[in-house]
């Protein structure tokens, strides 16, 4: 059974950082892209970043690169998200899921976590 868990969420001002960890177990970690999306109340999910399989290669949503850094560590079967900068905006339900493609479309992906809420405050 494939479980994936987010954590790291939480409240933080406008201005700070959060980093979250997506703990997968249940498949071959190793073997998928990863990525990181978010769905704020009232809208569509949306892409934020995507990491291929060794790391080598990453993918950011424009509104994202430059104040978020998606990595994974393959020996802990771990993704991650460092957030910095963050907006009131940002607040959302930031979502860890796997795919074969490094690909920021989200009916690509095949499996998915429950979710970490964030919120930023003004």
């Known amino acids: 059974q494939v479980q994936m868990a987010e954590s790291g969420g939480g409240e933080v001002h406008a201005g700070g950082s959060l980093r979250l960890s997506c703990k997968v177990s249940g498949l071959r970690f190793d073997e998928y892209a990863m990525g990181w999306f978010r769905q704020a109340p009232g809208k569509e999910r949306e892409g934020v970043a995507a990491?291929?399989?060794?790391?080598?290669?990453?993918h950011y949503a424009y509104a994202f690169k430059g104040r978020f850094t998606i990595s994974r560590d393959n020996a802990q079967n771990t993704l991650y998200l460092q957030m910095d900068s963050l907006k009131p905006e940002d607040t959302a339900l930031y979502y860890c899921?796997?795919?074969?493609?490094?690909?920021?479309?989200?009916?690509?992906?095949?499996?998915w976590g429950q979710g970490t809420q964030v919120t930023v405050s003004s």
């Open positions: 899921a796997a795919s074969s493609y490094l690909t920021l479309a989200d009916y690509l992906y095949a499996y």
């Open positions: 990491i291929n399989r060794t790391g080598v290669d990453t």
